[in-house]
């Protein structure tokens, strides 16, 4: 007798003994403009079994029924399906059963005769309770899967369909598309819209909620270029699809991955795509290969590059655009910046790659410029451009912050990777930097600086060795008489001694 129409929108149940009083609220609600199915439930035991079989997000309840009270009723329906929404109808004289009846979590009450707008207003309240609590989810949903949260996030909520994402019997799906494209096919302007006019989760207009096909439209999440939509599936629906919320993240999760690599690397993406083992650890070592074969002839470069990018695009989008970032951080000394021209403000300068390449919406555009990148400090290497050591002003600026991190006592753990982290440069750069510049990697060269210092020290004060030894960036005594000997030949004490006795 009761079932859910594909496409219906919100749901009513009525319940009075007295079959004139449901008719004329029925009739009251379907001449109101107010866009629901409204059931005749009965009353008494059948009403209970007609609620239970509809799920509405609202039922109207008569307080006093035979057989079985409002207050009953209302016990019932609450303790099977604790989400509807439940009004109660009573007279003057029934007060104090419609105080039990809030007690017992009606969320209101309508005086006899029913009046059209007080109506009216109890299905709008529970229409926007409903879309808020929605909003809220899908808030909460979209931040545990996004890494930047759900800051400049807009949701949609199509209030009289809410109720779907609650009704477990009904098959739901999350869809992906381009906000301009949606924009575009609902007649709409695909510019993003202004924070201030348009707050988060506004509820009139949305964009995307009028896309052709777009009936059984619950919400609509717009992020950046994406608009997320979620859609009552049908009965026939192919995919994957979830009933209940707690399931939802798992399919949005799915179509979210498929989505973004079909359109990063074009075409249909594979299931197995993001997911191949040891994928990733081979683009990393290929990438390493890579990085150290600037300088050797172009096709053994341009074989490494082929490998290197089949590899890469075994990877997730996310990935595959981090490879490509590490990549540009190791070539940094070699005048990588001078390739990109004015197009970026100095990426290594704010510590990475990661912004730029991810301003390259294709995997075809981004492989292409990084080869062209790639093949230009090749070049430059190959035509001793490179030979000073660091790409201009950016490498002797690099150089000299390396050097005053090693003079600086305060510094005594330094390491590579932390010099290069203070920087803001890769350590493979960092290393290949003073390789470059000064023959020797950057340990050799860290302890060999420091070994000088503490010998100018030995010579010209009178501290003590232990003294010399922290001022040189050395807290372990016995560390420093070991690589003081293994530089000069002598422990600190004896290097000292003789020297006086040179004087």
């Not at 017992?104 to 707008?117: Q, S, T």
């Not at 005594?412 to 350590?427: C, K, N, R, V």
Request: one cysteine or more.
């Amino acid at each position: 007798m009761y079932w859910r129409e594909e496409g219906t929108e919100m749901k009513i149940c009525v319940a009075d003994d007295e079959q004139e009083v449901r008719r004329s609220i029925i009739a009251k609600l379907n001449g109101s403009g107010v866009k629901a199915e409204v059931f005749d439930v009965g009353f008494g035991s059948g009403a209970l079994e007609g609620i239970l079989a509809v799920r509405p997000e609202l039922a109207i309840l008569d307080i006093r029924m035979p057989e079985m009270d409002g207050l009953s009723l209302l016990k019932a329906v609450k303790r099977r399906e604790p989400g509807i929404q439940v009004a109660m109808l009573t007279g003057y004289s029934d007060f104090a059963y419609a105080k039990e009846a809030i007690h017992l979590g009606a969320m209101d009450y309508l005086l006899k005769p029913v009046d059209r707008e007080e109506l009216n207003g109890v299905v709008l309240r529970v229409a926007e309770g409903l879309a808020a609590r929605l909003r809220e989810e899908l808030l909460w949903l979209y931040g545990c899967m996004e890494e930047g949260g759900r800051s400049g996030v807009q949701v949609d909520i199509n209030p009289h369909m809410a109720g779907l994402w609650y009704d477990t019997r009904v098959a739901k799906r999350v869809r992906y598309a381009e906000a301009e494209a949606a924009a575009t096919a609902a007649g709409q302007p695909a510019a993003a819209p202004d924070a201030e006019e348009q707050p988060q989760g506004r509820a009139s207009e949305p964009p995307g909620m009028a896309v052709p096909g777009s009936d059984g439209l619950i919400a609509s999440v717009r992020a950046g270029r994406e608009i997320i939509r979620i859609e009552e599936a049908g009965r026939d629906a192919l995919g994957a699809v979830f009933h209940e919320g707690r399931d939802a993240a798992r399919v949005w999760a799915k179509e979210q991955a498929s989505w973004r690599r079909s359109r990063f690397f074009g075409g249909a993406a594979s299931p197995s795509s993001g997911l191949i083992p040891g994928a990733a650890g081979k683009a990393a070592a290929l990438r390493k290969r890579l990085a150290g074969a600037a300088g050797t002839d172009g096709r053994e470069l341009a074989e490494l590059f082929t490998a290197w990018s089949a590899q890469a695009e075994l990877l997730s989008p996310e990935e595959a655009r981090r490879e490509c970032a590490e990549l540009l951080a190791l070539l940094e000394p070699s005048g990588l910046a001078e390739g990109l021209g004015k197009r970026t403000a100095a990426p290594a300068a704010s510590g990475g790659w990661t912004g730029w390449v991810e301003s390259v919406s294709t995997w075809d555009e981004l492989r292409r410029q990084v080869r062209g990148l790639l093949e230009g400090c090749a070049a430059r290497e190959r035509d001793g451009g490179a030979e000073g050591g660091g790409s201009g002003d950016n490498g002797d600026r690099w150089f000299r912050q390396a050097l005053s991190l090693m003079d600086s006592p305060a510094n005594a753990g330094l390491t590579l990777e932390s010099a290069a982290q203070a920087i803001g440069l890769h350590p493979v750069t960092l290393s290949r930097l003073f390789k470059r510049r000064t023959g020797v990697n950057f340990v050799r060269f860290l302890i060999s600086r420091r070994l000088e210092r503490a010998k100018t020290l030995l010579l010209e004060t009178g501290e003590p060795v232990a003294s010399v030894a922290a001022q040189a960036g050395y807290a372990d005594l016995r560390h420093f008489n070991r690589l003081f000997k293994a530089e000069f030949g002598q422990t600190p004490g004896e290097f000292r001694k003789a020297r006086h006795r040179e004087g």
